[in-house]
């Protein structure tokens, strides 16, 4: 059989003895994690032989074998309770910006604020949209609307007027 890519599944089941005994070899390594990690190997190593140096049997061993040893000397968590060399817990490295506390208060605002401008008339909805959502300036949503620049401002005005209003009267500020 020809060694090249073409034909890696008959190379991968022809070496399937090498490749369980190396995986099982080190015992650092879940078996089944081993025997994967050996097989991905496999297309690298096909790709690195060179039938002039040796048979690709023996290169197989060897590519293997130091692969698995130097994956050995990596240092591995098995356990976010395992301790650092200092002693203290791993999970306690891990930073965490997350609060469910804030989040939930956030939801919760956020719903208001739907609430709030479902209040607003059409006209007030389309502004705050084109406002806040498009980020267009008074100018350009005064041209959209047929509006004066200066009637635009004072709808805004008015809008977060009523807005804050909403949430003084439903107690949420």
Same mark, same amino acid.
């Given at each position: 059989? *020809? ?8 190379? !991968?089941?022809?070496?399937?003895? #090498?490749?369980? @005994? ?32 040796? /048979? ?21 968590? @098995? /356990?976010? $309770? &395992?301790? &650092? ?10 930073? &965490? &910006?997350? @609060?469910?506390?804030?989040?939930? !208060? ?8 739907? *609430? ?27 041209? #959209?609307?047929?509006? /004066?620049?200066? /009637? ?5 005005? $008015? ?15």
């Amino acid at each position: 059989m *020809k060694i090249c890519i073409e034909n890696l599944n008959a190379i !991968i089941e022809k070496y399937q003895p #090498l490749l369980l @005994s190396m995986a099982n070899r080190f015992p650092i390594f879940d078996k089944n994690e081993a025997y994967i990690m050996a097989r991905d190997m496999v297309f690298d190593i096909v790709l690195d032989f060179d039938p002039d140096k040796g /048979s690709f049997g023996g290169y197989l061993k060897y590519r293997l074998y130091f692969y698995f040893l130097n994956e050995c000397k990596k240092e591995r968590v @098995s /356990s976010l $309770n &395992d301790r &650092d060399m200092k002693g203290n817990e791993i999970i306690e490295k891990i930073e &965490d &910006d997350f @609060s469910l506390e804030d989040e939930f !208060i956030k939801n919760i605002e956020i719903e208001e604020l739907f *609430k709030a401008i479902k209040t607003l008339k059409k006209q007030e909805r389309e502004i705050l949209y084109l406002k806040y959502d498009k980020n267009l300036p008074h100018k350009e949503i005064a041209k #959209l609307l047929n509006l /004066s620049t200066k /009637s635009i401002t004072n709808y805004h005005y $008015n809008i977060v007027r009523k807005l804050r209003k909403y949430f003084v009267d439903h107690d949420l500020i």
